[in-house]
């Protein structure tokens, strides 16, 4: 099992290919990952613009595991909004899901199952 918590997603996932450990998890298809917030975002394809923070990134893009997006903590946050998950997701202009802190996305051989007791969208 691989957890992945929490930070900045393109601070992660730089450090995710600089220590070799991007290109290792392609070997390793029977593994189950938990991820959580920037562990979340980073194993979609991008987080977008709103969500790189890191000076030294140089775009949004991450390690694209599965083929949508995420935008966590949904009205966790003054700025994590349903209006502004939406802008995001014109953005990102591909499948995106917003979730917030009771909400899960379970991905298994390509199949996406939504598991929430709170609120979610999707989009795209």
């Known amino acids: 099992m691989l957890l992945v918590d929490g930070g900045d997603a393109t601070y992660l996932y730089y450090w995710m290919r600089e220590s070799g ?5 392609q070997t390793l298809p029977d593994t189950v990952w938990s991820v959580v917030s920037a562990g979340s975002m980073v194993v979609t394809p991008r987080i977008g613009a709103r969500f790189v923070e890191w000076p030294s990134a140089t775009d949004d893009r991450t390690l694209g595991v599965v083929d949508f997006s995420i935008f966590p903590h949904l009205d966790a946050f003054p700025t994590n909004t349903l209006a502004d998950a939406q802008r995001w ?5 591909g499948p995106a899901y917003a979730i917030d802190e009771q909400t899960a996305i379970k991905v298994l051989d390509g199949s996406v199952e939504v598991v929430s007791e709170g609120q979610w969208a999707k989009f795209g």
């Open 21 to 25: 450990l991007a290109d290792l998890l």
């Open 89 to 93: 997701a014109a953005e990102i202009g």
